[in-house]
DNA sequence: CATGACCGTGATACTAATACCGGTATAAGT
DNA sequence: ACTTATACCGGTATTAGTATCACGGTCATG
């Protein structure tokens, strides 16, 4: 039928998410990074402050290269919040 | 502008890539993993016959979870294809 | 002052996620 | 033999969301 909205949960999911991403980035310039994954900085801004809380997994892969981190780590410390996990066992 | 249309390259990584979770699930069948995954059959079925090349990065780490394998090995044999490297570098 | 970095926004076109359909193939039961 | 159940396939339709470009604005620095 149709596709579902985002939950509010998934909306913080990916607040935290970018949060991690831009702890990542450290000092280095956001535009500086988003070349060397290949994608654009306006992508990138939106994926860190969490307006693009669901990205493409290989735009996600990409950075996780241009930022030396690992994918499994990222999302092991994006999983880690205690309260996300209730909404998810009730969604 | 405008998003542009994926290349033809990102298509052929998305059926590499869909190749690989198909492998993964082995003997399992669709519906229980994607259930395990939280995502519908018809989903895990696009991404794994390649019709949703670039699916989104939570929906694979959920997969990869109920696959029990590690999503920078899912890059890192994704990536593998010689052939790939090239359109990448013009791109 | 100029410059670089970041911010949010608007607009666009494309894509994914979901559900359903009819079809095929296989295996088991009657 | 036929029927039923299961699993998968490509196709269609709908909708929400993303990736991208461009813009004007703020802020910090030299």
Redesign the pocket.
């Known amino acids: 039928?149709?596709?579902?909205?985002?939950a509010p949960w998934?909306?913080e999911r990916?607040e935290r998410f970018g949060s991690l991403l831009?702890q990542a980035?450290g000092?280095?310039?956001?535009?500086?990074v988003?070349a060397a994954a290949?994608?654009?900085?306006?992508?990138?801004?939106?994926?860190?402050?969490g307006?693009?809380?669901?990205?493409?997994?290989f735009?996600?892969a990409a950075l996780a290269t241009a930022l030396h981190v690992s994918l499994d780590e990222l999302v092991a410390a994006c999983a880690h919040n205690p309260d996300w996990q209730e909404p998810a066992l009730s969604a």
């Open positions: 039928m149709v596709r579902t909205a985002l998934e909306r990916g831009r980035r000092s280095r310039s956001m535009a500086e988003a290949g994608v654009s900085a306006e992508t990138l801004r939106k994926i860190e402050t307006r693009a809380p669901t990205p493409a997994f735009t996600i």
